[in-house]
């Protein structure tokens, strides 16, 4: 995947409380555009998967059942310098710290339900953009 992708997901907190749609307007209104989009739910196995790297860290089982609970929207994203740019419109892992106006900041309940991903680097956006979507899903 070029470089000027990045992978994201609207988490279960944000899709249960209805901010589906403002987390999406406020990513394509900075100027990200959507190539590939669904709206689908993660397995245990596959959220254990999906965040395998995580599984010595103390949150590991809460993050997998959180990930898991319910349908999340999951999506490639493009704009130059797309990982950056995403990650800086998310805002910090925990909402407390967030910058004012990031999603996070808006949306996210606390540290663990974050209201959304975004992958931290292009190897990675690429892996993750893999695992949710064929080829011909992205367009
Ligand atoms: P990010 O999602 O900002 O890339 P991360 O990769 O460090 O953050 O962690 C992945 C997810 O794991 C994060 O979005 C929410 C959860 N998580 C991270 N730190 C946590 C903590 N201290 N307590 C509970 N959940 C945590
Ligand atoms: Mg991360």
Redesign the pocket.
């Known amino acids: 995947m070029a470089s000027h992708r990045t992978f994201t997901m609207i988490?279960p907190d944000a899709v249960e409380a209805g901010h589906i749609g403002n987390i999406l307007k406020q990513i394509t209104d900075s100027g990200f555009k959507i190539v590939a989009m669904k709206f689908t739910r993660l397995s245990k196995q596959k959220a254990g998967e999906f965040?395998a790297?995580?599984q010595e860290?103390?949150?590991y089982q809460?993050?997998v059942d959180f990930m898991s609970r319910g349908p999340i929207v999951a999506a490639i994203l493009e704009k130059e310098n797309a990982v950056e740019e995403l990650?800086k419109l998310?805002g910090?892992?925990?909402p407390a710290n967030a910058e004012p106006g990031t999603i996070r900041a808006l949306y996210a309940k606390?540290?663990?339900?974050?209201a959304v991903?975004?992958s931290?680097s292009d190897e990675n956006a690429a892996i993750e953009a893999s695992f949710h979507f064929a080829g011909v899903e992205i367009f």
């Open positions: 988490k965040y790297v995580h860290r103390p949150f809460e993050l990650r998310i910090a892992t925990n606390n540290v663990g339900e974050n991903h975004g931290d």
